[in-house]
């Protein structure tokens, strides 16, 4: 073997051992990750149980006084009870507010008038979630979402688009409000 060959042995070996090396930190890194499903009933290696399901399932949402509210209190009741309606013995309560903004986002100008052909859609959902047993507010927070919807000149046409991007927009909200009430009552 020649000297250079040596050289280029050497050098295949150190990075071969480093990789080895780098490899041996990864999976130790690795094994020391806690991360577990958000939704999950398994208890944590801590020894707490984990507030997944039976946390989520544990909520009484408060009554709401639009048609809109109602709709997303509806669809948060069937994604945080599985459909099987409001908690008998809930350990949290929830307040929960709606509300709607509705503005123009394209205007087309048609017969010499500027009309509104598309609309958008804004649904805010703001909440408090609170321990019954203690009256100690646990959560406050708020999350939106928009749906876009088209404003035809008929006007029952125009009406029943603005309630369609009312019901899709609730629907929406009421899935990321049971995504953020996971995530803040799995990190309690």
């Not at 060959?5 to 990750?33: F, K, P, Q």
């Not at 991360?35 to 544990?58: E, H, I, K, W």
């Not at 927070?141 to 876009?148: L, W």
Request: glycine share 8%.
């Amino acid at each position: 073997m020649s000297l250079p060959d040596r050289r280029h042995e050497t050098l295949r070996r150190r990075l071969w051992l480093g990789a080895v090396c780098a490899m041996a930190i990864a999976v130790g890194a690795a094994s020391g990750c806690t991360v577990r499903p958000l939704y999950s009933n398994a208890t944590s290696s801590v020894g707490t149980d984990a507030t997944g399901s039976a946390g989520l399932g544990s909520i009484a949402i408060s009554p709401v006084v639009t048609r809109y509210g109602q709709e997303v209190r509806n669809h948060l009741i069937f994604l945080l009870n599985g459909g099987s309606g409001q908690p008998a013995a809930a350990a949290y309560t929830m307040d929960l507010r709606v509300s709607v903004l509705d503005q123009p986002s394209a205007v087309i100008q048609v017969d010499n008038e500027d009309r509104p052909t598309a609309g958008t859609l804004k649904m805010t959902g703001t909440y408090t979630l609170k321990d019954i047993a203690t009256g100690e507010t646990i959560i406050t927070s708020t999350r939106d979402i928009s749906a876009s919807y088209d404003r035809p000149s008929q006007q029952f046409a125009a009406q029943r688009a603005r309630r369609d991007a009312e019901n899709r927009a609730a629907r929406e909200l009421a899935e990321l409000l049971k995504l953020d009430i996971g995530q803040r009552l799995a990190t309690r």
